[in-house]
């Protein structure tokens, strides 16, 4: 694998995607609740999703060369290096473009399906991606960069997700108790992501939540991230359409049990520990909202599965 092939892959961070799909996962299940899915917007949300973060994540390798990161921090000073980043930077735009691209044209395809909502969510998104990459002062570049993680992949994507499904539906209450699921947890996805790229963020002078606050610090915000999930899970297993309040407690357990393994994991010193952080978490995630979406299938009297939105 060249360089340039090298980089393109690593800046793309597929294990990221997990989160993007298990956000449109959870509108699935939000929807499920509320009646039924049909399987072509449920298709199309998932690749419009992930093309989307692969392009977000493609920028965000972009302005981080930019700015003198990724994977030649230390070289930055020297002219062949910079030569380097500087093909680097000009075919990671490039690719990025292209996926936007893609990303725009699966998105137009979900226009059918949520009229002119689809305009508001596309507004919003776009702002956000403004404000999070560019702007006068680049969200991502901050500790505030979080608080957009829980609005991408927990408000947005999943309400987005469910109203696709069926934007007549008045039921609310299944797409806010999944929002915040997927969004919490999503968040605790992003702060171990942060724990592995620490060194490059330190010394490129990026202030994540990990930079910023320090590991002692983050990791019980990544432990109280979690015991509000269990907490949901346990106080109001109907609100997930659980078949028994046991079900969301055995989940919880699980859930609780996991997190607090990572966080006696996690210290002052985030090198360490940063790659089993991330595994431990973004397997966590995946599987946390795949077991949900089970349970929900397997727990509710009926639903309807279509192929298409009409049927």
Same mark, same amino acid.
């Given at each position: ?13 597929? +294990? ?8 449109? =996962? ?26 989307? +973060? ?13 700015? %003198? ?6 070289? $930055? %000073?020297?002219? @062949?290096?910079?030569?380097? @980043? ?5 075919? #990671? ?10 990303? #725009? ?13 689809? *305009? ?7 702002? =956000?991606?403004?404000?999070? !990459? ?8 901050? +500790? ?39 969004? *919490?947890?999503?968040? @605790? ?6 724990? #592995? ?6 010394? @490129? ?8 606050? %320090? ?24 609100? *997930?359409?659980? *078949? ?39 397997? +966590? ?6 077991? #949900? $979406?089970?349970?929900? $299938? ?11 939105? !009409?049927?």
């Amino acid at each position: 694998m060249n360089a340039i092939t090298r980089t393109i892959v690593y800046n793309i961070h597929p +294990q990221s995607l997990i989160i993007s799909a298990g956000a449109v =996962m959870g509108g699935l299940t939000a929807s499920v609740i509320r009646g039924g899915i049909s399987l072509f917007p449920a298709i199309m949300t998932l690749l419009f999703a992930m093309l989307l +973060q692969i392009s977000a994540n493609l920028y965000h390798g972009y302005f981080d060369l930019c700015f %003198g990161a990724g994977e030649n921090i230390s070289g $930055m %000073g020297d002219r @062949n290096s910079r030569a380097a @980043n500087s093909s680097r930077v000009f075919i #990671l735009r490039i690719v990025a473009n292209g996926f936007g691209i893609l990303a #725009l044209t699966a998105g137009m395809s979900l226009f059918a399906f949520v009229g002119w909502l689809g *305009v508001i969510y596309v507004a919003v998104i776009a702002l =956000m991606l403004y404000f999070y !990459f560019a702007g006068p002062n680049p969200i991502v570049r901050t +500790q505030w960069s979080l608080l957009f993680t829980f609005l991408f992949f927990g408000p947005i994507a999943v309400s987005g997700t469910t109203l696709i499904q069926n934007v007549a539906n008045r039921d609310w209450l299944p797409i806010v108790v999944y929002s915040v699921i997927n969004g *919490v947890l999503a968040v @605790n996805a992003h702060i171990a992501i942060q724990y #592995l790229r620490y060194e490059e963020d330190k010394i @490129n002078g990026k202030e994540t939540l990990v930079t910023a606050r %320090g590991g002692f610090f983050t990791r019980f915000v990544y432990l109280g991230n979690a015991i509000l999930v269990c907490v949901i899970l346990i106080l109001r297993p109907s609100a *997930v359409d659980f *078949v028994s309040r046991w079900v969301g407690i055995a989940v919880a357990i699980c859930l609780l049990l996991s997190s607090v393994w990572v966080f006696s994991k996690m210290h002052r010193d985030p090198v360490k520990v940063s790659r089993i952080v991330r595994t431990i978490t973004l397997y +966590q995630y995946s599987l946390v909202t795949l077991v #949900l $979406m089970a349970i929900v $299938m397997y727990s509710v009297d009926k639903f309807n599965i279509n192929i298409f939105h !009409f049927l």
